[in-house]
Nanobody
Framework: FQLQASGGGLVQPGGSLRLTCATSGVTPDHYAIGWFRQAPGNYREGVACIINNPGNIYYSDSAMGRFTISRDNDKNTVYLHMNNLKPEDSAVYYC?????????????????????????WGQGTQVTVSS
């Protein structure tokens, strides 16, 4: 199957954006799908993951409380709602297959699941948070 991220843009600090990950070939509840981001000079970081069944949701420390991941099987889409955006959230955002490991009381490290062929990262979608 394949994933395609879109919806990025320029937003002021404190603003909001909704990113969209379109799935093709399967409905989004078939696999665990997550959102990742990469800023220049940094490693790709996982920020959120929604497990295929029963739909448990996990967030990284940087995303907890500000980002919300959701999916719409009828629209073959996984969303990332981002609120209270900060300049350090600026990055290219991608969607991919994911798994998680607990990193804190309520937060998780989100990793790409390399066992799943989701067609590669694609171009991602640029998010720039700046005044």
């Amino acid at each position: 199957f394949q994933l395609q991220a879109s919806g990025g843009g320029l937003v002021q600090p404190g603003g909001s954006l909704r990113l969209t990950c379109a799935t093709s070939g399967v409905t989004p509840d078939h696999y665990a799908i997550g959102w990742f981001r990469q800023a220049p000079g940094n490693y790709r970081e996982g920020v959120a993951c929604i497990i295929n069944n029963p739909g448990n949701i996990y967030y990284s420390d940087s995303a907890m409380g500000r980002f919300t991941i959701s999916r719409d099987n009828d629209k073959n889409t996984v969303y990332l709602h981002m609120n209270n955006l900060k300049p350090e959230d600026s990055a290219v955002y991608y969607c991919g297959a994911c798994y998680v490991q607990a990193s804190g009381r309520d937060t998780y490290d989100v990793y790409v699941d390399t066992r799943i062929d989701f067609g590669g990262w694609g171009q991602g979608t640029q998010v720039t948070v700046s005044s």
